[in-house]
C-alpha cells in the first residue's frame, strides 16, 4: 500500500514527510543525509532533550512571551515524549553533522506536532505550535544540546556510581574472606615477597573507591550548565527572565542542583568538562581492566597454570576441547575497557577539533561518552555478580608455592645481608630445594630465628600491624 505523505518547507525547499510521523522535514533531511551509526539517539538523552522543552515553556509563558494554551500543549506534549511516547519519531542517526541541530530539530518537530493536534490542529501545519517560534523560544541549539548531554551523563553515571559501590563491597568481602590465605607476592610475574590474599582483594577494593571518587568529581562539572547563552553565550533572543530563571527551573524538574556558567561563552565553545569524565571514565576501565588481568592469572590452570583462586564458572569455554572454562567475565570487562578507551581518544579529538564560539562535534562526543558509561556500568554489574562474589581461594596450594619460593630469601637479608641471602636464593633455585633446608644445611642460623624470619605471617602487613 502506497504510504500517504504530506508536504513540508523549510529554507531549504518542499519534501515529502510520511503524514502520520511526528517529525518533521527537518529530521527528514537529516535522517538521509546522516546514514552514520544505524542507531538512534539515547533515550536518556531525548529523555533530557524533552525535559528542556518543558522548562523552557513553562518560563516563557511565566516571561509572557507566550499563552497558556500553547505552552500548556508544549508541556504535555514533553511529558508524553519522556514517558516514552513517539520513540520511532526521533529518527536521527547520534552522529550528525551542524552540532546537533538535526537532534534539537527533530524534538521541535514532534513536540510541535503533538501540541498542534492537542490544539486540534493537523500534524505538519505548525499554525498553532510552530517547532522554532514556540518549542525553541530563548533557545539555541548550542545550549539546548549541550545542557542535555551534560544531564545526560548525570542521568547514566548514577547506576555506574551504584555499581562501583557495590563492587567495592564485593572486593572488601572477598578481603576478609582470604585475610588468612598465605600466597606468595609476585614483582613482574616472578616471585616476590609473601603476602595474604585478603591483601590482594583490598587492594583492589581500594582502587575502585579511588576510582569512584576521581568519576563523582568530574562529574561535578556537568552541573555547570550554558542553558540561557542561546547561540555563543550572548544570550540573544532570550528575555532577561529567561535567563535569569530557565536553569532554576529545569533544576527543579530535573531533580539536580544545576547551575548556570558564570561564562556563557566559555561552556558554549569549549568540551574540557565532557574530557574530564572521559578521563576519568578510562581510568576506571583501565584499573579494572588491570585487576581482570591479575585475576585471569591468578585463576590460570587450573593444572598448569598458577591456580591460587578459582573463578567461578559461568559457561563452556570451547566449542572443541571438552570440560574448558574460560575466564569469561574478567574478558568482557578487558573489551569494555579497550572500548572506552578508544572512546576516550575520540572524545579528546573532538573537543580539541572546535573552533571559535562553538564546538561543531559534540554528537560524536555525546555518542560515544554515553556508550562508554552504559557499558562500564554493565560491566562491573556483570563482574560484581557473576564473578567477584563467588571467588573461592586453594589455600593450600597458594601456602606450597610460597613456602617453596626462593623469594622469601628476602627476609634473610636484615641478619645474613643481601649478597648471603641471594647466594641462598640461587642455590635454592638450582637444586630445586627450599631456603629454609638450605639455612639450615649450612648452619647459618638457630632454627627457632629461621622460623621467626621465615613465618609468613611477620611479613604481611596485616599481621604487622597486629
Known sequence: MEMKMRMEADSIGTMPVPAEDYYGVQAQRAERNFQITGYRMSPAFLQNLALIKKAAAIVNWEAGLMDKDKAGAVIRSADEVMAGAFADAFIVDPVQGGAGTSANMNMNEVIANRANELLGGHLGAYDKVHPNDHVNMAQSTND?????????????????????????????????????????????????????????????????????????????????????????????????????????????????????????????????????????????????????????????????????????????????????????????????????????????????????????????????????????????????????????????????????????????CPALGYRKSAEIAKKALRENRTVRDIVLEEKLMPADELDRLLNPRTMTRVKKSA
Open 144 to 412: 539546548v544540546i549541550p545542557t542535555a548531554g551534560k544531564m545526560t551523563v548525570i542521568t547514566l553515571m548514577r547506576p555506574l556510581l551504584h555499581e562501583l559501590d557495590r563492587l567495592g563491597r564485593a572486593l572488601e568481602e572477598r578481603s576478609r574472606a582470604f585475610e588468612d590465605v598465605i600466597k606468595m607476592g609476585r614483582t613482574q610475574l616472578q616471585d616476590a615477597v609473601p603476602m595474604t590474599l585478603g591483601e590482594s582483594f583490598g587492594g583492589y577494593s581500594s582502587m575502585v573507591r579511588r576510582c569512584r571518587q576521581r568519576l563523582e568529581r568530574a562529574c561535578r562539572e556537568m552541573r555547570i550548565v550554558n542553558l540561557g547563552g542561546t547561540a555563543i553565550g550572548s544570550g540573544i533572543n532570550a528575555s532577561p527572565y529567561y535567563e535569569s530563571h530557565i536553569v532554576p527551573r529545569l533544576s527543579r524538574l530535573f531533580g539536580t542542583d544545576l547551575r548556570q556558567a558564570d561564562d556563557l561563552f566559555d561552556a558554549t565553545e569549549n568540551l574540557d568538562s565532557f574530557v574530564e569524565v572521559s578521563g576519568a571514565l578510562k581510568a576506571c576501565a583501565i584499573s579494572l581492566s588491570k585487576m581482570c588481568n591479575d585475576l585471569r592469572l591468578l585463576s590460570s590452570g587450573p593444572r598448569c597454570g598458577l591456580n591460587e583462586i578459582n573463578l567461578p564458572p559461568m559457561q563452556n569455554g570451547s566449542s572443541i576441547m571438552p570440560g574448558k572454562v574460560n575466564p569469561v567475565i574478567p574478558e568482557v570487562v578487558n573489551q569494555a575497557a579497550f572500548l572506552v578507551a578508544g572512546h576516550d581518544t575520540t572524545i579528546a579529538m573532538a573537543a580539541e577539533a572546535g573552533q571559535m564560539e562553538l564546538n561543531a562535534f559534540e554528537p560524536v562526543v555525546f555518542y560515544q561518552l554515553f556508550e562508554s558509561i552504559t557499558a562500564m556500568t554493565g560491566a562491573v554489574q556483570t563482574l560484581t555478580d557473576n564473578c567477584i562474589r563467588g571467588i573461592t581461594a586453594n589455600a593450600q596450594h597458594c601456602a606450597e608455592l610460597e613456602e617453596g619460593s626462593a623469594g622469601i630469601a628476602t627476609a634473610l
